[in-house]
């Protein structure tokens, strides 16, 4: 019987390590969470596009590591912001800015708009050797006036996808990671596996 594929993953971000970690686990898949490396890569996310972070956090991790790394970049975009925050997501607020700042700068900036339509994007980079290859998911919602949900992380709390009634801070992980655009590019991804294993 083959040995697992032994992957690493290229984040810090505990809450993407869970979501990768559920998404991913019926897979014959070791994961190898950055934060198992001693002294990881600190990789700047200074790319103009999400794909292109992405792709330079899993090279980071794959040279460092000389195994094949997974990597990902997600973006929050709001049809009324002309796409915005986008490759900017985790620094909406400022370069220092934390989740809660980045959610009330949201707030604060969408306050009295009508269209609330947004997108979360991810885009997932697999690096092995030279080869790169990406796969993106996509969910669609709308940003609710105020906070609701404890759950999740980042802007969970605002998000409410399209044909719930929950945002995804209120949902249980597991439904919130059946619909996810995490999980739709990691769908994508476990076929790529699938079919070169």
């Known amino acids: 019987m083959p040995s697992p594929l032994r992957l690493v993953l290229g984040t810090g971000n505990p809450g993407k390590v869970d979501e990768l970690q559920a998404l991913l686990a019926d897979l014959s ?10 002294a990881p890569p600190d990789v ?3 790319a103009d596009t999400l794909a292109g972070n992405a792709e ?3 090279r980071a991790f794959h040279q460092y590591s000389g195994l094949p790394a997974l990597a990902d970049d997600t973006g929050l975009e709001v049809a009324a912001l002309d796409g915005r925050p986008g490759v900017h997501t985790a620094r909406f607020a400022g370069p220092d800015a934390t989740p809660d700042d980045n959610k009330h700068k949201l707030l604060d900036v969408m306050e009295g708009v009508e269209d609330r339509r947004a997108r979360f994007r991810t885009v997932v980079a697999l690096v092995n050797d030279d080869t790169v290859h990406t796969f993106e998911g996509i969910c669609e919602g709308t940003i609710t006036t105020a906070p609701h949900g404890d759950g999740g992380f980042g802007y969970d709390p605002l998000f409410r996808p399209d044909g719930y009634n929950q945002t995804f801070a209120e949902m249980p992980p597991d439904a ?8 739709k590019a990691l769908d994508a991804l476990r076929s790529f596996l699938a079919h070169t294993a």
């Open 56 to 58: 330079k956090k899993a």
């Open 44 to 46: 700047v996310e200074d």
């Open 176 to 183: 919130k990671n059946e619909i996810s655009h995490r999980r």
């Open 29 to 38: 898949i070791d994961l190898v969470p950055a934060s198992s490396l001693d």
